[in-house]
């Protein structure tokens, strides 16, 4: 499916772009802009957010400032890593896809060979901080989340299978047991249930905004579950995993990781999320489609939603 996207494209696309960004025509300040675009900045904020909270629930209060930000540092670079590791990859279907065509390896603002080299220095770079400055344990749990995210997710699954980012999404989990084990060295239920509550919310996070850009994806042969399936049968998903997500972040309490304060902003973020997960089911269901579907309403509640439930992790335990 890659190739054949490939090939349907216009010839020399991608080419002209890189040669009438020629090396002395890339200004040093668009340069420096486009290796950090190559990071996906605003993704790694999403990443962080569930790091931190988790080192304020494994330390039962304030974790020491130099390690919060020493991991925070490796996340970054890590993530950085593997997100431009996935564009030099992923560069002949960004150049078809609206939403990805500025992307700076498309562009030619960055070669591809710079991206490699970028993406596999930040790799090396990150781990070895960990190891260093954090503990070896968290430096393998990032290199595995790095290789996890380029080789499994992008290489393997993203291009085969409409399971992608439900199985892909295991690297977005890796940042809740790196945030564990940079304060404790060591693994615990409460981080696996963590792990968990962002395994079952990656797909209803994503399959909303993969619903509003399928076009894109069937244009390039990613068989994105929007692409594959009825709009009904996404909702359906995505109310499914919804419960589940929900289901498992209220386990925390019983088990004895959190206190009152924490349930209640879990049941009442869970069960906002799943009044509007049933109301696109409903909408779904109705036929509706196009702009009143409103498919992006759950996505942007989705960021909302894991930020406030971590939020909430980190100050139970001053609480309690």
Known sequence: MCV???ESRP????????TSNSRGQRPIGARVKAFVALTKPRIIELLLITTVPVMFLAEQGVPDLWLVIATCVGGYLSAGGANALNMY???DID????RTSQRPLVTGMVTPREGLVFGITLAVVSTLWFGVLVNWLSAWLSLGALLFYVVVYTMILKRRTSQNIVWGGIAGCMPVLIGWSAVTNSMSWAAVILFLVIFF???PHYWPLSMKVKDDYARVGVPMLPV???NKVVARQIVLYSWVMVAVSLLLTPLGYTGWFYTSVALVTGGWWLWEAHALQNRAKGGVT???LKEMRLFHWSITYVSLLFVAVAVDPFLR
Do not use: F, Q, Y
């Open 4 to 6: 054949t996207a490939v």
């Open 11 to 18: 010839p020399g696309v991608l080419g002209a772009s890189s």
């Open 89 to 91: 990859i992923d560069r």
């Open 95 to 98: 150049a078809l896809m609206e």
């Open 201 to 203: 919310w990656t797909p």
């Open 228 to 230: 594959v399936a009825s």
């Open 290 to 292: 196009g702009g009143k």
